[in-house]
C-alpha cells in the first residue's frame, strides 16, 4: 500500500480478490437470459398461473404438533409480512391429509414450520424442503398491508430458477407500489436470505431502506414434484452431502 | 441441424419436444427435433416407441428419421390418465392408460381391440420378439401378461408383483438387464440406479460379470446420463434443458461409423445386441 500511495496514479491496477463466488465451478446449467427452451417450460409448468396473474397465492401455514413459542411467533411474523396467510394449528393431522384439506379451502401453498431441539428449524414447503436459520432484528417496525415487490438476485442454475419460481409465487405477482415494501431473496453460496424492507427514494441517488419482517436463512435440500409425497413423490433434486459438497466452489442454486 | 440418422438416443421432454443425442465423448450435441411453436403441456411425451410419440393430449405422432419431420398424427383419446405405454404392432399402435384402457388401433375402426387391464397402470411393454404379446403392471395391480391375438382373458397373471413397492423408497423406473435374465436395472424416485440380483435379492452385488455394459437414464433433473454396468462409471452426462420423461436408444448401424468409437468398439457391437433385446 505505502507503494501505492508513492506511485500514485502510474501503481497498477489493484487485482481481483479470489472469492468462492468468482472462482465458482463452471456448470453448464446456467440460464442464458431469454433461453427459449427454458421459457418454454415455465410458461407451461404449474406455477405459471400465478406469474400470468390469473391465480392469487393462498398460503396454509402450520406447525409441528406442539409448537413452542419461538415457533408461533415466527409463524405470526410469516403472516404478518405474506400476503393471505392464513395460520393453522397442526391438531396432530398427517401432511398429506393437510394437503388434501387445504386444496378443497382453495389454498395454493402450504408451509409447515418444523421444529429441531425446541427452534424452528425446517421449513416443509409444499413442494420444497428448505432448511431454516433464523436471526433476529434489533428495531423491528410494522409491514403494512400492501403487497409487496419481490427481488431475487442470484438464482444463476436452472435449479435455482425454479426454486426463486417458488418462492416468489408466494407473493401476488400484481405489487402494490404505493406501500414502498419489498420483499429480498438473495442466494449466496446456496444459501438464501429473506429480507424485508420499505424503501424511499431520498434523492436521485439515494434510497433509505427500512427493516420490517423477520430475517430468514433457508437452504435448500430437496425439490420434489407436485405435491409433498415422502414416499412415491418424485425428486427433482435432492442435497446428497457426499456426492455434491465434495467441492467448496461448487453451487447449486 | 444434425442429420437425424445419427442420433444414438432419443429423448421426449415434458414441454413436447424431441432431442437427439449424439453420443460423443468429445463434444455434446444435443439436437431439438420439434418446433418450439408447437409444443406446450398438452403436448408432453409419455410414452414412446421406435418412433412413436404418445403426448398427454391423447395424440401419437409419428417422427421420420429420414425427413427429420412428423410425418402423422393419429387421435388415440380414451380411458383416463395419460399413455403409459406405447408400441406397434404391425401397421397397428397399441397404446395403455393409466385407468387401465389398452387399446390396439387399427386402420379399420371395426377391428379396434380395447380391454380392460385394472386400475393404476404405470407401464405396458411389449414383447419384442412377438409383438402381439404385452405386458401390464402398476400400483396395486399386479403383473399381467395379455395376447393380444387372443384379448379375453390374460395369458399369466402374476401374484404380489406390485410395481412401486419397496420398503425406502419407491422405485420409479425399471429395465431388463442385458443376458443376464435374473438381473433388473432398477432406478428410485432419489435418483439412484442399482442393479438387483432376483435371485439373491440383494442390491448391488452384482455388478460383476456383466457382458453387456451400457445403460442410459433420464429424469427430472434434465440430465441423461449413460453408466458402464461393468464398473459403474458414468461415460457421459449431458444436459438437456428440458424435463425428460422417456428415451429411445437408436439400434442403428452407426454406432460403428463414427470414427470417435473404434477404441471402444465392442461395448457398441454389444449395445447393439442390447437395444435389440430391449426392443428399443
Known amino acids: 500500500q505505502k507503494e501505492r500511495k508513492v506511485l500514485g496514479d502510474k501503481a497498477p491496477p489493484k487485482p481481483i480478490p479470489k472469492t468462492l463466488e468468482n472462482q465458482r465451478e463452471p456448470d453448464e446449467t446456467i440460464v442464458q437470459p431469454q433461453d427459449e427452451e427454458v421459457l418454454l417450460e415455465e410458461n407451461s409448468d404449474e406455477l405459471s398461473a400465478y406469474f400470468s396473474g390469473q391465480e392469487v397465492p393462498k398460503i396454509l401455514v402450520t406447525t409441528s404438533d406442539r409448537p413452542r413459542s419461538q415457533t408461533t411467533r415466527l409463524c405470526a411474523e410469516l403472516a404478518s409480512v405474506i400476503p393471505s396467510c392464513e395460520i393453522y394449528y397442526r391438531r396432530g393431522l398427517a401432511l398429506k391429509c393437510i394437503s388434501k384439506q387445504g386444496a378443497a379451502r382453495n389454498f395454493t401453498h402450504l ?60 407473493f401476488p405477482s400484481r405489487p402494490n407500489f404505493t406501500g414502498r415494501q419489498v420483499a429480498t431473496f438473495h442466494n449466496q453460496r446456496d444459501f438464501i436470505f429473506l429480507r424485508f424492507h420499505r424503501y424511499m427514494f431520498k434523492d436521485g441517488t439515494k434510497v433509505g431502506l427500512q427493516e420490517l419482517g ?6 435448500l435440500r430437496s425439490l420434489q414434484r407436485g405435491t409433498f409425497d415422502s414416499c412415491f413423490g418424485l425428486y427433482d433434486w435432492v442435497h446428497k452431502r457426499h456426492e455434491m459438497d465434495t467441492s467448496r466452489r461448487r453451487f447449486h442454486l | 441441424m444434425a442429420q437425424p440418422s445419427v442420433q444414438h438416443v432419443w429423448l421426449g421432454a415434458q414441454t413436447g419436444l424431441l432431442k437427439g443425442e449424439m453420443f460423443n465423448v468429445v463434444r455434446k450435441n444435443a439436437t ?110 399386479n403383473l399381467k401378461i395379455w395376447d393380444l391375438q387372443n384379448p379375453l382373458k390374460a395369458v399369466f397373471k402374476a401374484k404380489n408383483i406390485i410395481l412401486w413397492q419397496s420398503p425406502d423408497n419407491a422405485f420409479s423406473t425399471l429395465s431388463h ?83 470417435i468409437f473404434i477404441s471402444t468398439f465392442d461395448v457398441f457391437l454389444l449395445f447393439l445386441y442390447l437395444t435389440k433385446r430391449n426392443g428399443c
Not at chain 1, 214 to 219: C, E, G, I, S, Y
Not at chain 2, 72 to 99: H, K, M, N, P, Y
Not at chain 2, 222 to 231: I, K, P, S
Request: hydrophobic residues 35%; aromatic residues 6%.
Open chain 1, 111 to 170: 408451509i409447515v414450520v418444523n421444529q429441531n431441539r425446541q427452534k424452528p428449524s425446517i421449513f416443509v414447503f409444499i413442494l420444497a424442503d428448505l432448511g431454516l436459520g433464523r436471526r433476529g432484528m434489533r428495531r423491528p417496525r410494522r409491514p403494512t398491508p400492501h403487497t409487496p415487490e419481490v427481488i431475487m438476485t442470484g438464482f444463476g442454475t436452472r435449479l435455482g430458477r425454479s426454486v426463486g419460481r417458488l418462492l416468489a409465487s408466494l
Open chain 1, 214 to 219: 423477520p430475517r430468514l436463512t433457508l437452504k
Open chain 2, 177 to 259: 438387464s442385458p443376458l443376464c435374465f435374473s438381473s433388473v436395472v432398477v432406478g428410485n424416485t432419489h435418483g439412484q440406479v442399482a442393479v438387483v440380483d432376483l435371485r439373491r435379492g440383494m442390491v448391488g452385488c452384482c455388478l460383476k460379470g456383466f457382458s453387456l455394459p451400457l445403460v442410459a437414464s433420464c429424469g427430472l433433473d434434465r440430465f441423461l446420463r449413460v453408466h458402464d454396468l461393468r464398473n459403474k462409471q458414468l461415460l457421459h452426462k449431458v444436459y438437456l434443458k428440458s424435463r425428460l420423461n422417456c428415451l429411445l436408444l437408436s439400434s442403428k448401424e452407426n454406432w460403428e461409423v463414427s470414427p
Open chain 2, 32 to 141: 431439438n427435433f420439434s418446433e418450439f411453436q408447437s409444443p406446450g403441456r398438452e403436448h408432453e411425451v409419455c410414452a414412446m416407441c421406435w418412433i412413436h410419440l404418445a403426448c398427454r393430449n391423447g395424440l401419437v405422432k409419428k417422427f421420420d428419421t429420414g425427413s427429420a419431420g412428423f410425418v402423422s398424427e393419429r387421435d388415440c383419446t380414451g380411458g383416463e390418465g395419460t399413455f403409459r405405454g406405447v408400441a406397434t404392432w404391425g401397421s397397428s399402435l397399441i397404446t395403455c392408460v393409466q385407468s387401465g384402457l389398452l387399446k390396439v388401433w387399427e386402420e379399420d375402426p371395426l377391428n379396434q381391440v380395447a380391454l380392460e387391464v385394472g386400475r393404476d397402470v404405470y407401464k405396458m411393454r411389449q414383447n419384442p420378439e412377438s409383438p402381439q404379446i404385452v405386458a401390464t403392471g402398476g400400483k396395486e395391480n
